[in-house]
């Protein structure tokens, strides 16, 4: 497998460094930057690019190919001149070069600097793209540097490494935030690539299996997935998957859930570290953050109350619920559920509100198209299902009284849902106070079919034969998140257009529970095969199939992955079943 540097970087689990070929900008030179993805990193999405990485020959700069595997990075310049880089541990990444020198080049801010350490050895403390310290370590040839210090902090700052005689040359680079610790470096460079390759492999094998015809993809699915990990630091309290190590370095509080289904069989405890690792940073009041990463927690937002639904799904599906942990999230998600009713329901009316359409993870849908706060149905229905999930891990856990409690609660809430937002033949978005209707041909407004037959038989019928007209939300790819024939209908337009990949595994999950199977089935089938053609991307133009925005998205190679083995799986059992008659 390799994988392009201008979509995907190259990092490993755990680390917090990532390498990228990036386009040039008004502030910076095209080219292969080493990156950082600690904090606080959100707004705009910036890279965090702290060095630029050049291959040299006789003391200019040459071109090269890079070729990026999970367990390599290698930049070619052509008669058998090389650099090879490999990470020897999450925070720790080695270098050698071959008949060629690299320097690494960084234009400063305040206090930034690079000052010598001891054995040859020099400290990079980075302070103006973010806050994080490299310890550049000379193993084999020479190192030089040009750092000129103007009173708080270098001038510029260029990195030289060259082979000795013009030979081979060998170091390494660690990063930390505090103290730096001496490393014993007792593999060779070959060892430390066997060893990260076999730390994927080992990864990947577990992994759930796909039709063999997604293979390659599946791969880098996984390689996504097993990149985006971060190790625990700051607010990170666990190993955490971040949405991706582009722009998006944070886990959000709806994100973690569909990484904990993804990976429920074969990395049981990161699955459920991913589960909790937002519940670690809970509010006393009951919310969940927006974001974290090792740097920030947001408050901003929130996002919406899918963890009941996904709990359930690990409840009938997989073996992580033990009871130790069904123990672990009874109350934290008995507090984020009453939050909405709390604090989130300026007119008590029963009907939680968003104010914003980042709460509802939705960020700019047309249902948000008129001033906040929104009732919009989705949030109730998601609430229906946590509080009937609440109710069964009550009973397991010997709280009865409290089980009928919640199953209670959730079928009141069911009854106002439908009298509140049910217009005859579409559901509708209210805006709380007044109760205005908001009509909207987003996609949004058809997540409430999650309640499966919950819902009145005509209700159920209404949405699903919408939702089968060619050309409207139905593409040749999947659902499109606005009507393809709503005026406001953009193409790119994030949430109100392209295909994501949560509301199909939504809406995959609301057709099989309405007993659509075959609808079911085709939608999942649209969307493996739109991934698998088009690179696990943020988003897909729901007409071509295009791929927008982020393509080291983790959510959507969770999602796939957890689509693609239950395809694989039915058609196992289907194989099995003609194998038996």
Known sequence: MNFDL???????????????????????????????????????????????????????????????????????????????????????????????????????????????????????????????????????????????????????????????????????????????????????????????????????????????????????????????????????????????KNGMIGAWSWDHCFHALSLAEAHPQLAWDQFMALFDQQDASGVLPDLINDRLISWSFCKPPVHGWILNRLLQNSNLLTDERLHEIYEPLSRWTNWWFERRDDDRDGIPQCNHGNDGGWDNSTVFSVRPPIESPEISAYLVLQMETLAEIAKRIGKMGEAQVWLVRAEELTARLLEHFWRGDHFVGVQAGGHADIESQSLLLYMPLILGRRLPQDTRENMIAQLKVPGEFLSPHGFATENLKSPLYRSRGYWRGPIWAAPTLILFDALMACGEVEFAGEIRQRFIDLVAQNGFAENFDAQT????HDFHFSWTSGIWLALAHEAFEEKMIRRTGREGT
């Not at 199939?545 to 927008?548: D, E, H, R, S, V």
């Open 6 to 244: 201008t979509k995907i970087p190259f990092s490993c689990y755990g680390s917090y460094l990532a390498f990228s070929i990036l386009p040039e900008t008004p502030e910076r030179k095209a080219g292969l930057y080493l990156r950082s993805v600690r904090g606080p990193a959100t707004g705009g999405r910036p890279l965090q690019e702290i060095l630029l990485m050049e291959l040299l020959a006789d003391g200019e700069p040459i071109p090269f190919e890079a070729e990026a595997e999970a367990h390599r990075l290698r930049l070619s310049a052509g008669n058998g001149r090389q650099a090879e880089v490999s990470f020897e541990a999450a925070d720790s990444v080695r270098f050698r070069l071959r008949g060629v020198s690299i320097r690494f080049s960084m234009a400063t801010g305040a206090y930034d600097n690079f000052i010598p350490h001891t054995n040859g050895k020099w400290m990079l403390t980075v302070n103006t793209i973010c806050e994080t310290k490299l310890m550049f370590a000379p193993l084999e040839g020479r190192m030089e540097s040009d750092a000129p210090w103007q009173a708080e902090n270098c001038e510029a700052i260029s990195i030289l490494f060259h082979p000795e005689n013009g030979e081979a040359c060998e170091f390494a680079i660690d990063e930390f935030i505090v103290g730096w610790n001496e490393r014993q470096r007792l593999d060779s460079f070959d060892e430390c690539l066997t060893n990260a390759k076999n730390a994927f492999a080992n990864w990947m094998s577990a992994m759930p299996a796909v039709p063999a015809r997604y293979a390659e993809a599946r791969e880098l699915a996984c390689y996504i997935m097993w990149s985006c990990v971060v190790a625990p630091s700051g607010h990170v309290t666990r190993d955490a998957i971040f949405a991706s």
């Open 545 to 548: 199939g295009q791929g927008y």
